[in-house]
């Protein structure tokens, strides 16, 4: 178990590092933002393009509740894809570019120890903002148009997750391999701008991350959908990505 | 513990390159010393470090700390030791008090025995005021005293200190040297340094690199003895001119004197054997009657043996 040794008291670290450096605060208050905003926006719509239009007359299809949600996918997805680079970004390479890797790991520490906290407390992080956009999201829908099925939306809110634990967890790999958190971003917006391009194949896009979008509007619409594909996908995915980040860093010179 | 040393290096070598940093270093620490690792910038010093802690992987050799293989992601081998680097990094946005206590949970120091030890640690680096303020915060004096707070705080068999007075002004450099010579009774320190009048107060045995190489080790004061020069320092008491005069006109005419010179009421006197020649001073001192404050043999300073050894080394190099 040396391996591992450490692994309790780091994610007790990272957490805590997430709170002081306001990282989880201010992740999660925009992430509510667009949770309470996409069903606000969808509701607005046709007012505001009708405030901006004036008399142009520019037709607006009645806001409905899958109007709402498809919002609520399309925001968490672009923002949060975002979000899940920028958080991930400097977990490995601004340590070692700060040197506070050097001064963790010259203590009874297992590297697998050091990475599985940082990609731990990275998932916690996104989980809890997912989790508070969905819950906004839901509680806005409901309001603005009918009550959504409550589980269809946790459903929505773990395909989320998932998606964007997955474009975390490439810009993770990033961040071990390379000593710059800007170099690791830049890979991370490269697979997400290519994943998205990718998705766009059917065939293709059922096993990539955007894949995950489907299914994840038809759970929050009371339907059923085929998760086991996408989810077993971006699931070998982040094991993949985690398994080369773990290979690369348990024999690197900091 | 075993008696064996805690440090031992077999032919350790570390490439960068087409730059050898260590090239083939075979040294043993014994424990309970303080042990004061010596060289010039780029002499391998750090080098040897960042392998020791394992933090670097050697290209070739080995390095063990209490029998334990050194290399990346062993924690067993991190267990045993409290590293300073020579330019530590910290969490800003963390206290003192939680980085000490972050590393003892770290070392698996748990409940009162923890606070136990982070305070008295807190207490011994003199950070006791200034625990609950952010790091970020801190001063570089400050960073550099937590630093060796966080190195000593779970009491590690061998503390590994790079360069730890760098950044110290007078009053702390002191502290810190008196604290190394506190630390011999619990631990092995093993120091680099580049103030060779740190070493001489606190070090019992030191190793000197240069090039990547060793260039020699062994106790600071047989170094000293090996490379004291055949000089003697008689210091007579005063209003003795005459006997005085008669003694350096003896030593002048003995064949086991080469060169005897007075300056300022003292004569230094060079002997072919430093051994006989001590005694054969002392019995011409004797004869002529002079009476004397002091009488020793000149002995080198550490920097003097320090840059006649580097010095040396490049010169052979150089060849």
């Known amino acids: 178990m040396s391996a591992l040794a450490g692994f309790g008291v780091l994610i007790r670290k990272e957490l805590l590092e997430s709170v002081r450096t306001f990282r989880l605060p201010i992740v999660v208050g925009l992430f509510a933002v667009v949770g309470i905003g996409s069903p606000l926006l969808a509701r607005f719509t046709p007012e505001i393009v009708e405030a901006l239009a004036g008399d142009m007359g520019i037709p607006v299809p009645t806001p409905t509740i899958e109007a709402a949600i498809d919002q609520l996918l399309k925001n968490v997805a672009q923002f949060g894809g975002l979000t899940a680079i920028l958080l991930a970004m400097g977990s490995v390479a601004a340590e070692k570019e700060r040197g506070t890797a050097a001064l963790l790991l010259t203590k009874p520490v297992g590297r697998a120890a050091f990475l599985g906290a940082k990609v731990a407390a990275l998932g916690l992080v996104l989980l809890t903002a997912v989790a508070v956009a969905t819950v906004g999201g839901w509680i806005y829908t409901a309001i603005l148009f009918e009550t959504p099925s409550a589980g269809g939306f946790a459903g929505l809110g773990v395909l989320v997750w998932l998606s964007l634990f997955a474009y975390a967890a490439i810009t993770f790999v990033a961040s071990t391999l390379t000593r710059s958190a800007l170099a690791a971003a830049g890979i991370g917006f490269v697979a997400l701008v290519g994943l998205g391009i990718a998705s766009a194949f059917p065939e293709v896009g059922r096993f990539l991350p955007p894949g995950l979008g489907e299914p994840a509007r038809a759970l929050a619409l009371g339907g059923g959908a085929e998760v086991a594909v996408p989810v077993s996908a971006a699931v070998v995915l982040l094991v993949a990505c985690l398994g080369v980040a773990w290979a690369a860093f348990r024999r690197q010179e900091l | ?319």
């Open chain 2, 1 to 319: 513990m075993t008696d064996g040393p805690i440090v031992r290096t077999i032919g350790l070598t570390k490439r960068y390159g087409p730059i050898v940093a260590l090239d083939g270093l075979d040294l043993e620490v014994p424990r309970g010393v303080v042990f004061g690792l010596l060289g010039p910038n780029g002499a391998g010093k750090t080098t040897t470090i960042r392998l020791l802690t394992g933090l670097a992987r050697p290209t070739a050799g080995r390095a063990e700390v209490a029998g334990v293989a050194a290399g990346p992601d062993t924690p067993e081998l991190q267990r045993r030791i409290g590293y300073l680097d020579q330019d530590p990094r910290f969490y800003g946005w963390m206290r003192g008090r939680e980085l000490l206590e972050l590393v003892g949970q770290l070392h698996g120091l748990r409940g009162a025995r923890l606070r136990g030890r982070v305070t008295e640690t807190l207490a011994r680096v003199g950070l006791s005021d200034a625990a609950e303020r952010r790091i970020g915060g801190y001063s570089g004096g400050m960073r550099q005293r937590l630093g060796i707070g966080q190195a000593i705080v779970a009491e590690p068999e061998l503390l590994i200190l790079d360069e730890p007075v760098s950044s110290l002004d007078p009053e702390g450099r002191r502290d810190l040297l008196a604290l190394v010579g506190e630390l011999r009774a619990s631990s092995t320190v093993v120091f680099s340094t580049h103030v060779l009048a740190d070493v001489e107060r606190v070090c019992d045995r030191v190793a000197i690199l240069d090039q990547g190489r060793l260039v020699t080790d062994g106790p600071l004061d047989a170094l000293l003895e090996e490379y004291a020069g055949p000089v003697y320092r008689l210091d007579p008491e005063p209003g003795q001119a005459a006997q005085v005069a008669a003694l350096v006109a003896a030593l002048d005419a003995a064949d086991w004197v080469t060169t005897v010179v007075v300056d300022g009421g003292v004569v230094s006197v060079s002997v072919r054997d430093p051994a006989a020649g001590g005694r054969a001073l002392l019995g011409a001192v004797v004869d002529a009657g002079v009476a004397l404050v002091g009488f020793e043999r000149q002995r080198p300073t550490l920097e003097d043996v320090f840059l006649r050894l580097v010095g040396r080394d490049r010169d052979e190099a150089a060849a």
